[in-house]
C-alpha cells in the first residue's frame, strides 16, 4: 500500500522539498469542528460557489472545511485555484474532499497554495452518504516516519448545531 492510497492525508513533504513529513503534523489540527459542503454535479468549483454553499454568517466557528464532490475516475470535479484561496483566507486549518485529489490535471497549484499556508489535505473521503452541514470530525493518519503522505481514518459525528 502506498503513503496515498485510499483516504489519505498529504503532508507538505508531498509538495515541498523542506516541508513537514506526516509523522510531525500537529494532530489537533485534523479533529474539531467541520462543515460539509455538497457540491455534487459541478464540473469546475470556485471561490464564488465555496461562498455560496458555506453559511459565512453563521456565528459557529469550524476549523475544517470537507467537499462533497461526487466526484470519480469517470466524472472528476475541477478545484480551481481560486477556491483554494477561498479555503486559506477563511482561516480552515484542515480540508478534505472525496476524489483523489484536491487538484486535477497534472499541476499541483491547490496543494501548493493550502500546503504552503499549513492547510493539511485530506482525500479519497467517502462522503456518500452525508448531508451538508456541521459535524464534529476525526482524522487522524498512520505515523510513518519521514513519509510525505499516509493512509488515514476518518470519522464524522452528529453535531447538534
Known sequence: MGSHTATHIDAPAH??????????LELSSLVG?????DLSGKTEIRNDEMEEAFPSKDKNRC??????TESSDQKF???LPDAAEWIAKKGFLTVGIDSESLD??????????????????IENLDLKKV?????????LP??????????ARAILLQSEV
Open 15 to 24: 509538495i515541498f522539498e523542506d516541508g513537514r513529513t506526516v509523522d510531525e
Open 33 to 37: 469542528r467541520a462543515y460539509l459542503i
Open 63 to 68: 476549523e475544517i472545511i470537507l467537499l462533497k
Open 77 to 79: 470535479a475541477k478545484i
Open 104 to 121: 486535477s490535471g497534472e499541476g499541483l497549484d491547490n496543494h501548493r497554495v493550502l500546503l504552503g499556508k499549513g492547510i493539511n489535505i
Open 131 to 139: 448531508a451538508p452541514g456541521y459535524y464534529g470530525f476525526v482524522c
Open 142 to 151: 498512520l505515523k510513518i516516519k519521514g513519509c510525505d503522505g499516509a493512509p
